[in-house]
């Protein structure tokens, strides 16, 4: 019988012993989704406005000469803006994601638990990439927040899972 898709991202065991631990593998793909999916080095090398010497700064010092030349639309500037903005947000919160796992892990919080918070933080963070990249409504960006505090409450349980773990 094949297994279940809570058995193969280790929410439940396949038998009577604990699933493994995936959270050095959540991880890994956390970091490449902050620091390279979600970097927007890729659109402003395409656009030809990345300057490595000061990188953060092309968008706003290159953006609207890019608009203004023809290379890229009003609305496609704003969005690779919002793109650097999850990016950065996401760089910013992987290290919380990293405390509060490698704490519940040390910590002896189950397996099963610990998957379970990286499996809720994953979805979290990948949905609020996408909202921040789409979502253009100063009214529907309610929604965005609203999956930033998801991203934020998935660490904070298993930081205090682990605290009473501890």
Aim: aromatic content about 12%; overall charge positive; glycine content about 8%.
């Amino acid at each position: 019988m094949a297994p279940s898709i809570l058995t193969i991202i280790g929410l439940q065991a396949a038998g009577a012993q604990q699933p493994p631990n995936y959270a050095p593998a959540f991880t890994i793909a956390n970091w490449f989704f902050a620091y390279c999916t979600l970097s927007t080095r890729f659109s402003k090398i395409s656009l030809g406005i990345d300057h490595n010497t000061s990188p953060r700064e092309d968008l706003s010092k290159y953006g609207d000469a890019a608009v203004r030349a023809g290379k890229l639309s009003q609305r496609r500037l704003e969005q690779i803006r919002r793109m650097q903005s999850a990016h950065e947000n996401s760089v910013e919160g992987f290290t919380l994601f990293v405390a509060a796992v490698v704490f519940a892990t040390y910590g002896g919080v189950p397996n099963a638990t610990v998957n379970g918070i990286c499996v809720w933080y994953t979805l979290s963070r990948l949905a609020y990439g996408a909202a921040y990249i789409w979502i253009e409504s100063r009214r529907l960006s309610m929604v965005r927040s609203a999956i930033w505090w998801s991203c934020n409450a998935s660490c904070i349980t298993g930081l205090v899972l682990a605290g009473r773990a501890l």
